[in-house]
């Protein structure tokens, strides 16, 4: 069975440019997830969804961020623009009722 | 807000010795979830636990939930190289199974 699947798994950019991360949940999971990883904060919500619907985006650092839930089966993650600050790792999960989350391999996102 | 703290940070065992690592939340759980994550790679999940008391086990590894459901242990029989990574625990406070807080992590390192 396929998993989650994230793209890109790298991206280098320069600060100012918009990144998009991109995501495709498990087929048959109703709720999304977005998560943040660094050394410092350790893995951190940014934002959910329930069947395509933003549940809690209290996680979502700034404005410069933004994450839509177009349709049951793509999720994006929208910086714009980018600091270096926001280098880390990006991490999509999914979930079906009454089970656990499951996570992607990530996105490491370098801003130069 | 709720406030997870994993011990050890690290651990070095030798192959075949057993090791337990601790997660102790700051709020009652309604649901504690262990996953495993290597460099590079996301977090694959372990087991999850709900009933305080609960006690559960894969392979050579157990996990158990204490009967106040503030604290997890997380316990592997006989290590071996397979069971190096990062063990993460994530706490679920509010009874949704999605806003999940998560430990810094425990990296755990198996010497031959």
């Known amino acids: 069975d396929a998993g989650v699947i994230q793209s890109p798994r790298h991206e280098v950019t320069e600060m100012g440019q918009e990144v998009t991360l991109r995501c495709k949940p498990i087929s048959g999971h109703n709720s999304l997830f977005w998560y943040r990883q660094t050394m410092m904060r350790g893995l951190e919500l940014l934002i959910y969804f329930n069947n395509n619907v933003p549940i809690d985006d209290s996680g979502m650092p700034e404005d410069r961020f933004s994450a839509k839930m177009p349709n049951a089966s793509f999720s994006t993650l929208k910086i714009q623009p980018s600091e270096p600050r926001d280098s880390a790792v990006y991490f999509c999960?999914?979930?079906?009722?009454?089970?656990?989350?499951?996570f992607g391999d990530g996105t490491r996102l370098s801003i130069l | 807000s709720q406030e997870l703290e994993q011990s050890p940070q690290s651990l070095i065992v030798q192959e075949g010795k057993n090791l337990t690592i601790n997660c102790t939340s700051s709020k009652t759980l309604y649901g504690l979830y262990w996953y495993k994550q290597k460099y590079g790679e996301g977090l694959i999940f372990l087991m999850m636990?709900?009933?305080?008391?609960e006690e559960k086990s894969h392979e050579k590894i157990t996990a158990k939930l204490d009967e106040k459901k503030q604290q997890s242990s997380l316990h592997i029989t006989a290590s071996q190289p397979s069971h190096a990574g990062i063990y993460l625990c994530g706490a679920d406070s509010a009874g949704t199974a999605s806003k999940l807080t998560f430990g810094t992590g425990t990296r755990l390192q198996v010497t031959l």
């Open positions: 636990l709900q009933k305080g008391g």
């Open positions: 999960a999914s979930r079906g009722d009454a089970q656990p989350q499951h």
